[in-house]
C-alpha cells in the first residue's frame, strides 16, 4: 500500500468518498486479454454504441482535422453551434457544447448545486446523475421508480426549497423506459422556478417518428429548461465525446463560466459537423436498431425471458442470476452490460447490435440458461 492509500483518502471530504464511481462497459481489448480471445471474435454490446461505427462523412472530417493538432480547437465551437442553431431554430447562444453530453450534465451540476442544495432524480436513472449531484456536493434525492421509470408526481412531490436540479432522461438509461412527451409537458409547468431540470435526451435519434417532439420549442416557455443531446449514440461518435445542451441564454451563460477551455477537441467538433449533414446514415441508423430491437425482442420471448420494454438502442433483459449469466457470457466473448450497481441485480442490459451480433447474443444465452 503506498502512503497515499492510507493518507490522501483520508483528505477527500466525506462526499467525495461516499461516491459510487461509474462502472463503464468492459473495453474488447480487455477481454481479448483476461481470455486470450481474438477481439475480432468478441461481440460487444455493453454500451449503446452504434454498431454501424461512425457516419463516413464524419470520419473523413475528424482526419482532415487531423492535420492541425498541433492547434488548441475553436473553444467556442462557432461552426458547430451555427449549425446546430440554425437546424434546431434557435440562436447560439442558447447552445453549450460538452466533452460528451455527460461534460453538460456535469457543468449543470457544478454550475447550480453545491453543500447544502438538492438535486432530484429517479430510481434506476442514468448513474451520472448521482455521481454529478455528490461531486458538487449536493444532496441527491433518489424517487422510487414506477413501472421502472420515471414517477414524476412523486419526483414532483420530491421537490424541495433547497432543490436546485432535477434530472430526467427520456428514453431512460439503463431502462429504456418513455414517456409521453404530453406528461412531462405537464409536469414542467408544475416544475417550481428555483428547480433546473435537465432533461437527457441522449437516445431522441432512436424514437419512431410518432413519438418525437420538437422539445426545443418548450425552451421559451420553460426558462429553467436544460435539454441535453449527444453525438455518441445514433451519430455513431462515442469515441471523440461530443455533446450538447440547449437551454435559454442566461442558463447557457452560467454553464459556459465553469466549462473547462477547450473542452470539445478538434476532430471531434469536426466528424459532428459532418455527421449533421448525413442524415442518410441517421436513418440507417435508426432502421437498423428498429429490426435489431425487434429481433431481440422475439429472441428473448422465445426463451421465455422477461424485458423491460424500451424505446433506447438496448433492452434490460431479466435473466435472473445476472452475475453468473454474464459470466458465461463472457467466457463466450460476449460482452452485456450487468446493472446490479443499478439495484438491477436480475437484470442485463443488452444493446441493439448488428443481425448477426444479436444472433450471437441470444445463441450464447440460450447456451447459458
Ligand atoms: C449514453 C448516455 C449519455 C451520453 O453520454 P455522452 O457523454 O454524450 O457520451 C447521456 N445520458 C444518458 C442517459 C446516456 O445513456
Known sequence: ??????????????????????????????????????????????SNENPLGPSPLALAAAQDALYDMALYPDGAGFALKAKLAAKLGIAADQLVLGNGSNDVLDMAARAFLTAGTSAVYAQYAFAVYPIATQ?????????A??????????????????????WIANPNNPTGTFLPWAEIEAFLETVPPHVLVVLDEAYGEYLPPAARCDTTAWLARFPNLLITRTFSKAYGLAGLRVGYGLGSAAIIDLLNRVRHPFNVNAPALAAAEAALDDTEFLERSYALNTAGMAQLVAGLA?????????????????????????????????????????????????????????ARFLDALKACL
Open 1 to 46: 500500500m503506498s502512503a497515499c492509500d492510507t493518507t490522501c483518502s483520508g483528505l477527500a471530504p466525506p462526499h467525495v468518498r461516499a461516491i459510487a464511481r461509474y462502472l463503464p462497459g468492459k473495453p474488447i481489448a480487455e477481454l481479448a486479454r483476461e481470455l486470450g480471445l481474438n477481439e475480432a471474435d468478441i461481440v460487444k454490446l455493453a
Open 135 to 143: 461531486t458538487a456536493g449536493a444532496q441527491g434525492i433518489a424517487v
Open 302 to 358: 422465445d426463451l421465455n425471458i422477461e424485458i423491460v420494454p424500451s424505446k433506447g438502442n438496448f433492452l434490460l433483459a431479466k435473466v435472473g442470476d445476472a452475475a453468473r449469466i454474464n459470466t458465461e457470457l463472457l467466457k463466450r466473448g460476449i460482452i452485456v452490460r450487468p446493472v446490479a450497481n443499478y439495484g438491477l441485480p436480475e437484470f442485463l442490459r443488452v444493446s441493439v447490435g448488428l443481425a448477426g451480433q444479436n
Open 145 to 166: 421508480a414506477k413501472d421502472y421509470g420515471h414517477d414524476l408526481a412523486a419526483m414532483r412531490a420530491a421537490i424541495r426549497d433547497d432543490t436546485r436540479v432535477l
